[in-house]
């Protein structure tokens, strides 16, 4: 059973920092590209970061470019989102997510997790 557990999720204030964690089992995350969305109350969920299996390439969506940073640890099957500088607007439920390449599209990623929740207090 593939499982993806996040955590690191919580309270922060503005232009503070938050470390989100994805925990994978049940699959080897270096033959996966790695996401994570987010879904704020009343709007689409949508693609933060990817990265490739081996962490060589990276994309960002433009509303966290040079505040967040997507990594992973293949040797331990887990992928990080280091949040800097987090606005009000980053609030959303965040999820990771697992695909067999680099996309932005939420529809080609196969594995989901369950979501955790951020909020941003201004």
């Known amino acids: 059973q593939v499982r993806l557990v996040e955590s690191g999720g919580g309270l922060a204030q503005a232009g503070g920092s938050l470390r989100l964690s994805c925990a994978a089992s049940?699959?080897?995350?270096?033959?996966?590209?790695m996401g994570w969305f987010r879904q704020a109350s009343g709007k689409v969920r949508e693609i933060v970061a990817t990265?490739?299996?081996?962490?060589?390439?990276?994309y960002y969506s433009d509303s966290v470019k040079g505040r967040f940073t997507i990594s992973r640890d293949n040797a331990e099957n887990v992928v990080y989102l280091q949040m800097n500088n987090l606005r009000p607007e980053d609030t959303a439920r965040y999820y990771c997510?697992?695909?067999?390449?680099?996309?932005?599209?939420?529809?080609?990623?196969?594995?989901w997790g369950q979501g955790i929740q951020v909020t941003v207090a201004s």
């Open positions: 997510a697992a695909a067999r390449g680099v996309f932005t599209s939420e529809d080609l990623y196969e594995h």
């Open positions: 049940g699959i080897t995350i270096s033959g996966y590209g």
């Open positions: 990265i490739s299996r081996a962490g060589d390439f990276t």
